[in-house]
């Protein structure tokens, strides 16, 4: 018999649409765009043009002036996440051991904007003039190592690096972690590069839309798709272990992280099939669950007629031709890399919990996808559990299953 | 450039420049002989803090004497002793 599942009894959402979880999760379910010209730096000149930012967050607001000189805006935002979701855990310094808590993130660049500007000052001034602060604030491992400062949290912690997939790959590594003994991780991820270097690497990608219509840029499974928008933003996610949850009284959970398997695609011409239909049955058979308990599919939706193409077919190899829902509700606000899967792990949660499934804006599915989309509307139904997939630059497949908590279970 | 002094009034404004003011402490209070560490600042903030006085006064700060100088008040003697 495998350990119990962990529940998630916080969350924490900073996105394009949305600052603070009820913000966005309102936001999400009306289908509000939030992709805009870039406006943290002029990229007229350069060919993406459009991004998804959270432009209404004043870290001063949010935070002590201590962490403002030494952290990069995407840790500002993880820092905020992370007062967030503890809060809505109700988990603060004196819950636990300090040596029971840890934090384990995601991340695919770090503090590029600050290591930007750091970089600038070494060329045009001279080594005196780099801030100390760049040892660590472009890195990484930056936001879980300052959520771990600011918070006391002393247990295992760690960061995972495999772009998109690694909002899931995070929760999993959290997830072992609670099974070796650890009370309480923070887990999840927040992400963002919106400044030039970040942009430049984005682009050698040629995966980033050059599109100048906010409304037609990002159309994953759509005959028009060409590429995806780059985004910032994610959510911070507290994951426990269920028993101890319920031992420090812990409010009632989101629910709990089921199931979860991760794959690695061959060499792109081997001829070989793309791996994540085996990471979706195998995050089935992780979470002992069939194909038809599934009550929707959150799609890792890259938006390049390949990715798409290899991604409908795989649901639809599991889960069977259109017999699903699969939604994209990061139409809305773009691709924020290591930030999204964390925060499609939120969105489903949230579903879970309202039985409402959130839209794909602005696409119209094409018919060669033998899914069924979620498009426009929200689509009032009871919602179970939930698969998530992410995918990630280079051959990184994961998918987490998302489950309801059994009331019963839980007393 | 000529050797600067500086008071305990600019050595406020470079530690809050370079490394803001922890939250519960009083840095316009009495902290002449307060230990940066009951300050809320660490090495990292003190070496951000030595590299601004450089650039702005021209002083150069020897790291060695940098970190046993737990205390505003010693801080600015090792800085004002040129």
Redesign the interface.
Known sequence: MTAAAPVVTGIGVVAPNGLGTSEYWAATCAGTSAIREVRRFDAAQYPSRLAGEVTDFEAADHLPSRLLPQTDHMTRLALTAADWALADAEVDRETLSPFDKGVITASSAGGFEFGQRELEKLWSQGSEYVSAYQSFAWFYAVNTGQISIRNELKGPSGVLVTDQAGGLDAIAQARRQLRRGSSLIVSGGVDGSICPWGWVAQLTSRRLSTSDDPATAYLPFDARAAGHVPAEGGAILIMEDAAAARERGAGESYGEIAGYAATFDPKPGSGREPTLRRAIEQALSDAEMDADEVDVVFADAAATPDLDQTEADAIAAVFGERAVPVTAPKTMVGRMYAGAAALDVAAALLAIRDGVIPPTTNVRPARRYPIEMVIGEPCRTPVRAAVVIARGHGGFNSVVVVRAVNRKEER | MLHQSIELQDLRRLL????????GVDIDGEILDTEFDDL?YDS?AL??TA?KI??EYGIPIDEDALAVATTPRLLLNLVNSG
């Open positions: 809050q420049e370079s490394a803001g003011t922890e939250q809320g990292l070496m951000e590299a450089t650039q």
